[in-house]
C-alpha cells in the first residue's frame, strides 16, 4: 500500500497526495482484442511511454549484436557461419540480430533508456525488414 504519492504535472510540478484519493474519469470505450484491453478509437501504435520501461529483451539483443559486430571487425572471427558457430546460434537469427548493431544512434538511446515506442517488441524488430538509411529506420520503427 502506498502511504504516499506525488504527481509529476506537465510544467514539472509535482502534486503530494498523502492519504487523499485522486480520481480521473477519461470518457472512452473499453474494447477487448483477444486478451489484450484498450479503449476503443484511441490510436496507441504510436504512443511513447511517459516513464522509462525498458524492456531487457531489447536491450539484451543490442548488446549482443554490438559485441557480434566487434568481433568481426577486431577479426576474431571471419565469416557469419564463423560467429554462429562461436555464439551458438543459427546463422539467420544471427544475421538479423546484426543488423541492430546499425539502427540509428537515436534509436538505440531510446531503447537503452526504455524510451522506445510502447510498440516496439523484440520479435517484431527481428521481422521488420529495416532500410540502411536512418531516417528510414525511423520512419518504419515509428520514432518519425
Request: aromatic content about 4%; overall charge neutral.
Amino acid at each position: 500500500m502506498l502511504d504516499r504519492l506525488t504527481l509529476i504535472t506537465m510544467d514539472n510540478e509535482s502534486l503530494n497526495l498523502g492519504d487523499d484519493i485522486l480520481q480521473l474519469t477519461i470518457e472512452g470505450v473499453l474494447a477487448r482484442n483477444g486478451g489484450d484491453k484498450s479503449i476503443a478509437g484511441w490510436d496507441t501504435n504510436n504512443w511513447i511511454a511517459p516513464w522509462r520501461k525498458i524492456d531487457p529483451g531489447l536491450v539484451k539483443a543490442l548488446a549482443r549484436a554490438h559485441l557480434w559486430r566487434d568481433m568481426i571487425e577486431n577479426g576474431q572471427v571471419t565469416t557469419i557461419d564463423e560467429l554462429a558457430r562461436t555464439a551458438g546460434t543459427e546463422r539467420t537469427h544471427l544475421a538479423r540480430m546484426l543488423r541492430l548493431a546499425f539502427l540509428a544512434p537515436d534509436i538505440q538511446q531510446a531503447i537503452l533508456t526504455g524510451r522506445q515506442p510502447q510498440s516496439l517488441r523484440l520479435r517484431a524488430l527481428l521481422e521488420t525488414e529495416l532500410p540502411a538509411t536512418w531516417s528510414g529506420q525511423r520512419q518504419v520503427l515509428g520514432f518519425a
